[in-house]
């Protein structure tokens, strides 16, 4: 027997938090809860190169190297109990501050900005989509996390004001085809936006947040590969492709789509017997640094100068015919 959100909810009394399709998680300790769904929202990041000779920097890369980890997690300096190293770079430096002074001399300023306004953005998104529960308390959260809201954004209220600005653009899907038609990541068609469930995180965060409005009430299947966001409607469809690592045109097996209006779900099958709708340019949907990206990349040039894409910019499930 499967139960919906809203039962377990009422029953239990709780929020509960859906990881997949019909199956959802309960937490006994609300910090552990609101401590796991921030970390759903969290998109990678990767630590700057250094790029300039600093003599004080080479000095001290190995005792620099936590601190720059721990910013590039959090999007700020850390306080004394939140790292192992304080005492020592404290000692050395005078402060924190003074120690990524010198990080920064051999790095790029711009990069670790760019860091920061992830870790906002991520937090805009978890505290947005709180909004359709019971939003947590401060004190509920870890502190760690109230330590990136007083860092990022001033105090609690400043974030939740911003938060609640962002998911109130959702309503507008003017704005939601515009960030759909520049986003630089997926494969981008007339009428939607196709990303592989790898480079989600990479996305931009209103879209991000799109799609956890879906996935937070309804649960985002776990063979899900594709994410598919409309532009003319305001809805959501996971695609399951069984193949897509196997396959230089693998066959859609079944899709998924939520309105995000009412919540209401439909499925399709699809019988991979029945010529059934193929994905062409794999590449387009996940990230550069995927798996097989290039080889992917090579043979959609090798079919775009045969002539072989011409026809196929629209809804690949629409078409059946594999492309030989």
């Known amino acids: 027997m499967t139960f919906d959100k809203s039962y377990i909810d009422q029953v239990l009394g709780v929020d509960a938090i ?27 990041a990767t630590t700057p190169r250094v790029k300039a000779s600093v003599k004080r920097f080479e000095q001290y890369k190995e005792m620099l190297a936590p601190l720059m980890a721990f910013f590039t997690d959090r999007g700020r300096l850390p306080l004394e109990e939140e790292l192992q190293e304080f005492a020592a770079l404290q000692s050395e430096f005078g402060t924190l501050r003074r120690a ?15 860091i ?31 330590h990136d809201i007083k860092a990022l954004f001033g105090n609690y209220q400043h974030a939740c004001t911003a938060a609640d600005l962002m998911l109130l653009s959702l309503g507008n899907l003017e704005v939601m085809a515009e960030r759909c038609k520049s986003s630089a990541i997926g494969k981008k068609l007339s009428n939607s936006l196709w990303v592989h469930i790898s480079a989600l995180d990479a996305l931009d965060p209103l879209l991000r947040l799109y799609e956890g409005c879906a996935s937070r009430t309804i649960g985002r299947p776990e063979e899900a590969t594709v994410v598919k966001f409309h532009t003319s409607k305001p809805k959501i469809t996971y695609l399951f492709y069984p193949d897509f690592d196997r396959e ?11 309105d995000l209006q009412d919540m209401h779900v439909s499925y399709r099958d699809y019988d991979p017997e029945d010529n059934s709708p193929v994905l062409h340019q794999k590449e387009l ?31 690949p499930t629409v078409f059946s015919t594999v492309i030989a």
């Open 248 to 258: 230089p045109h693998p066959c859609l097996r079944t899709s998924m789509q939520i």
């Open 18 to 44: 859906p990881v997949a399709l019909g199956i959802y998680l309960v937490f006994r300790d609300e910090t552990q809860a609101q401590t796991f769904r921030a970390s759903r929202f969290r998109s990678r």
């Open 100 to 114: 990524f002074q010198v990080v920064l001399q051999a790095t790029e300023v711009q990069e670790w900005d760019a």
């Open 116 to 146: 920061s306004e992830k870790r906002r953005q991520d937090l805009l998104v978890y505290l947005a989509l709180s909004h359709f529960g019971d939003r947590p308390k401060l004190r509920h959260l870890a502190p760690i996390v109230q």
């Open 285 to 315: 949907l996940v990230q550069p640094d995927y798996p097989l990206y290039e080889k992917s990349a090579k043979l959609s040039r090798q079919e775009a100068d045969w002539g072989l894409l011409d026809d196929y910019d629209s809804d």
